[in-house]
């Protein structure tokens, strides 16, 4: 995803652009990857310890921490 810069010729509008550019790279790689895992997710459904997965119950927790420290860095939280 590029971000739509007020650049005259081939210079960057903004020195951090480059960088911030690759933050939104980042984040969109990202989602991808948990649409993926959470298709993939759907064979957790003939599992018999789904009710009671470890890997899943920390993992969930682990994303929940991820996002609120996102949040928390980004001035939201």
Same mark, same amino acid.
Request: net charge negative; aromatic share 6%.
């Given at each position: 995803?590029?971000?739509?810069?007020?650049? !005259?010729?081939? &210079? +960057?509008?903004?020195? #951090?652009?480059?960088?911030?550019?690759?933050? @939104?790279? !980042?984040?969109? &790689? +990202?989602?991808?990857? #948990?649409?993926?895992?959470?298709?993939?997710? @759907?064979?957790?459904?003939?599992?018999?310890?789904?009710?009671?997965?470890?890997?899943?119950?920390?993992?969930?927790?682990?994303?929940?921490?991820?996002?609120?420290?996102?949040?928390?860095?980004?001035?939201?939280?």
């Amino acid at each position: 995803m590029r971000v739509e810069a007020a650049a !005259v010729g081939d &210079a +960057l509008a903004c020195p #951090l652009q480059e960088q911030a550019e690759g933050v @939104l790279d !980042v984040a969109i &790689a +990202l989602v991808k990857a #948990l649409r993926r895992l959470r298709r993939l997710r @759907l064979r957790c459904e003939t599992c018999s310890q789904v009710e009671s997965c470890p890997f899943w119950g920390q993992f969930n927790r682990q994303v929940d921490i991820a996002i609120q420290e996102i949040n928390q860095e980004w001035g939201m939280g």
